[in-house]
């Protein structure tokens, strides 16, 4: 019978301690040969909840963050490092507030709080959408409009945003770097059915005076008006709208660089809950063919699923994370027809439409759609992904405390270790069984950047990966000279008993939460050395840094 070597001899002295009944015979093979394999086959399989063993394991491994465990799902990932995929734009992702928040009168969002500021400014550079379904229920002020265009809706009411509003959220805006960009309320009407802009005028006018730059939009999820006005708008119609409105931003060297976006469509993958209106694949393809060139950049939004009866499953299914690819596709297909290679962004999005999911989509779980649409975004061509929405509602960024829920820590990290060139990083399955490489495998997602934080010398990358696998650890394996570099590692874990649906989250271990209400906390990172294993529990996500890679693309 073969001895155990020295290199997987303290392996063998867990073995002994956890299983003492185990009977050497064959089973030896096994661990001179894959004693990470024995370990986790004899002993159980890991979940992140079940940590005093494993850290047991970890500790005699000699790195307080390794897992012995199955290498079946280890998975070779080939990042080039020679080409820019495409570049992302500097406000990549960026954030909105619903239009219903002022409203409400703001609730807890104090433009005042020292809290909030800290936050804020934390997610900079970025855009904040001021608009949602609401905005076309808003009127500026106390001007003069017709009150035949004004909606009306059982569900929703008409109000005002005062002039007070308006400059607190321009000054906040501009205090935290955050560029704002408003939507304006279509459905006030002529008789003729025109665009009544009356009202957008005392807006525009008061904005100019007061010096502040504003970009804008026109009209929320006009495809489906049907259901949240009980009246149709045709996008042949809503395209002469957006041509005044451009001749507006035209007529004033003031507004000349201000942008403007649209037509803020609705998902194209969700036909039953959109089926109040007009589909939004034809009503897009209606309006860009009446008015190519009237938009700086084409919006829709998307979410995967119902709020209502979302499940804990959805948010790490595969099959429902492949949507969004297949919605940018189609997207792409019709805005290229019009005008080829413009600017397309994800005008709203999150997880569940409706508000989100409660206990789910302000949960450690919605950050595998969070993180998973970042990287099919950026991939697949959108410059700018705005999440709905940074205060208020179930996928909110901040609770109603001003609390952070996971998603925003995962976007901060985002903000500042990942970079606008994209790198094309492909997964492969290794089969050790097989002895062979297959690029079957939808259970560990890897996308890559350069590296955006000056923390890191020029030509880092950044490589970050989430994994849907349910029982095993992975271990990703660099291909070429990437797999000789330190790696800097930022493993998101879900923090306490809660698991997937905590309202926690731990950076390598340590929860992550305010030290006070000016300071975020530091993010440290864990040093691997050239040559230890880059390894992702199951159902986490995280980011790694693969330090001075001098990637020519990065260069």
């Not at 392996?11 to 004693?35: G, N, Q």
């Not at 080829?340 to 994800?346: R, T, V």
């Not at 606008?420 to 997602?445: I, P």
């Not at 990703?476 to 797999?483: F, G, K, Q």
Request: proline share 4%; charged share 25%.
């Amino acid at each position: 019978m073969p001895k155990l070597t020295m290199a997987t001899s303290k392996y063998s002295l867990i073995v002994f301690a956890l299983l003492s009944t185990v009977v050497f015979t064959s089973t030896c093979l096994a661990v001179e040969d894959r004693p990470h394999e024995f370990i986790e086959e004899s002993a159980r399989k890991y979940t992140p909840q079940n940590t005093e063993a494993y850290r047991l394991l970890r500790v005699v491994d000699g790195r307080e963050n390794s897992n012995l465990t199955s290498q079946d799902n280890e998975v070779r990932v080939k990042i080039d490092t020679t080409n820019i995929l495409r570049t992302t734009n500097s406000n990549f992702l960026s954030i909105a507030l619903d239009s219903n928040i002022i409203k409400e009168r703001w609730k807890t969002f104090d433009f005042k709080s020292e809290r909030l500021y800290t936050l804020a400014k934390s997610l900079s550079p970025c855009y904040l959408r001021l608009g949602g379904t609401e905005e076309d229920f808003l009127t500026f002020n106390h001007s003069t409009y017709s009150d035949y265009g004004l909606a009306r809706h059982k569900n929703f009411t008409n109000f005002t945003m005062t002039v007070e509003d308006w400059d607190n959220i321009n000054q906040f805006s501009e205090k935290v770097g955050w560029k704002l960009i408003f939507g304006l309320n279509v459905l006030l009407r002529n008789h003729d059915n025109r665009w009544d802009y009356t009202n957008a005028m005392e807006l525009i006018e008061y904005t100019i005076k007061r010096g502040y730059h504003v970009d804008w939009e026109l009209g929320n999820e006009p495809n489906s008006f049907r259901k949240t006005t009980g009246r149709e708008l045709d996008a042949s119609i809503l395209a002469e709208d957006f041509k005044t409105l451009r001749g507006i931003l035209q007529s004033r060297v003031e507004l000349k660089n201000c942008l403007l976006a649209g037509p803020d469509i609705t998902s194209s993958g969700l036909d039953k809950y959109y089926g109040f209106g007009i589909h939004p694949d034809k009503y897009l393809d209606a309006f860009l063919r009446a008015a190519p060139d009237v938009t700086n950049a084409t919006t829709w939004h998307q979410y995967y699923i119902d709020g209502k009866t979302a499940v804990l499953e959805n948010f790490t299914d595969p099959n429902i994370l492949d949507m969004l690819i297949r919605e940018i596709e189609k997207i792409k297909d019709i805005v290229n027809r019009y005008k080829p290679g413009s600017s397309i962004w994800l005008g709203e999005t999150g997880s569940a439409y409706g508000g989100g999911a409660p206990n789910l989509s302000d949960a450690y779980v919605a950050g595998f759609m969070w993180l998973d649409k970042l990287g099919v975004a950026a991939a697949n061509g959108l410059d700018i992904v705005i999440r709905q929405q940074f205060y208020n509602g179930h996928y909110a960024l901040l609770d109603k405390h001003l609390n952070p829920n996971p998603d925003y820590w995962l976007s901060v990290i985002y903000k500042r270790l990942v970079g606008s060139k994209v790198l094309s990083a492909k997964v492969m399955n290794f089969d050790l069984y097989a002895n062979e490489v297959t690029d079957n495998n939808q259970c560990v997602r890897v996308y890559a950047h350069c590296t955006a934080s000056t923390d890191y010398p020029v030509g880092s990358i950044t490589m970050y990966a989430l994994s849907l696998c349910k029982e095993h650890t992975t271990k990703i394996v660099l291909s070429d000279d990437l797999s000789k570099l330190a790696v800097d590692e930022y493993l998101l874990t879900p923090h306490g008993d809660e698991a997937l649906t905590t309202k926690r989250v731990d950076l390598n271990g340590k929860i992550l939460k305010m030290p006070s209400d000016s300071t975020l906390p530091d993010f440290i990172p864990r040093h691997l050395q050239p040559g230890d294993d880059i390894l992702i529990p199951p159902l986490t996500f995280g980011f790694f840094i693969l330090v001075d890679a001098q990637a020519n693309a990065c260069l």
